[in-house]
């Protein structure tokens, strides 16, 4: 079920298992000022979501942020034909059968009326063999002060429901009360420098919350808490 977090934007959550983790996943919907609703990283979409987002606006934008973050879009389209469906720019060599209808390409700042994002490059994660880019976009609120996140940043901590087994392992990867990537992205960045250019963008933009789709939502603070998250993971100063 979607709840409100501010005005104009709502969150859902849903279980999801990576590796056999069940870190959860997280979409954020957006009404923007002409009532239509971008859908960012959806969930997986059923009867009460539909309901509920048709009571909010018209369902218009549903994105797919990065190269992970895809499985449930092709369902979002097929209720929302009419929605755009944009992706992170290389998901359509990745998932060529996707409905894809925009590809989300440059650093312009402009997006969506009321909504700003960047492509975050550098990040990469480690996937059984292979080092894989996330190829990344972020977006930004500005009436709400909100960084929208997808894997560019964990944060679990207490109020996260985790077995046990999960929270040691995500104390070894380095995302428990932190607001970072983990030790998987650690041992697959090859260029620091692009990461930490990509974080300082981020950090220019005047946020107090962030939501990221793994994890507890950080309300307060969260510049700071990024801030410091990606410096003890790029070990500089930003
Ligand atoms: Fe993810």
């Known amino acids: 079920m979607l709840r409100e977090i501010d005005t104009n934007i709502w969150v859902a959550e849903q279980p999801l298992r990576y590796f056999g983790l069940n870190v959860g996943t997280r979409m954020t919907v957006i009404r923007l000022a002409n009532k239509e609703l971008a859908v960012i990283c959806p969930i997986q979409v059923d009867d009460p979501i539909t309901l509920q987002l048709n009571e909010l606006g018209h369902v218009s934008h549903i994105i797919a942020p990065n190269l992970f973050h895809y499985l449930f879009v092709s369902e979002?389209?097929?209720?929302?034909?009419?929605?755009?469906?944009?992706?992170?720019?290389?998901?359509?060599?990745?998932?060529?059968?996707?409905?894809?209808?925009?590809?989300?390409?440059?650093?312009?700042?402009?997006?969506?009326?009321?909504?700003?994002?960047?492509?975050?490059?550098?990040?990469?994660t480690f996937v059984l063999t292979e080092f894989a880019s996330f190829n990344e976009c972020v977006?930004?609120?500005?009436?709400?002060?909100?960084?929208?996140?997808?894997?560019?940043?964990?944060?679990?901590?207490?109020?996260?429901?985790?077995?046990?087994?999960?929270?040691?392992?995500?104390?070894?990867?380095?995302?428990?009360?932190?607001?970072?990537?983990?030790?998987?992205?650690?041992?697959?960045?090859?260029?620091?420098?692009?990461?930490?250019?990509?974080v300082q963008k981020v950090l220019a933009w005047d946020f107090e919350r962030v939501i990221m789709a793994h994890g507890t939502i950080v309300e307060k603070d969260a510049q700071q808490k990024l801030r410091a998250g990606y410096e003890s993971f790029l070990g500089v100063s930003l």
């Open 76 to 124: 979002f389209k097929k209720v929302y034909p009419e929605a755009i469906l944009w992706a992170a720019p290389g998901l359509e060599l990745k998932k060529p059968e996707l409905p894809i209808d925009r590809i989300i390409t440059s650093n312009e700042r402009n997006f969506l009326d009321g909504i700003e994002y960047l492509l975050f490059e550098g990040l990469k």
């Open 139 to 198: 977006f930004f609120h500005p009436a709400t002060r909100t960084l929208i996140l997808t894997d560019a940043a964990y944060h679990f901590d207490e109020s996260f429901p985790l077995p046990l087994t999960v929270q040691l392992m995500m104390r070894v990867l380095g995302s428990y009360r932190n607001l970072s990537p983990s030790f998987l992205e650690k041992v697959a960045i090859k260029d620091k420098e692009k990461v930490r250019q990509s």
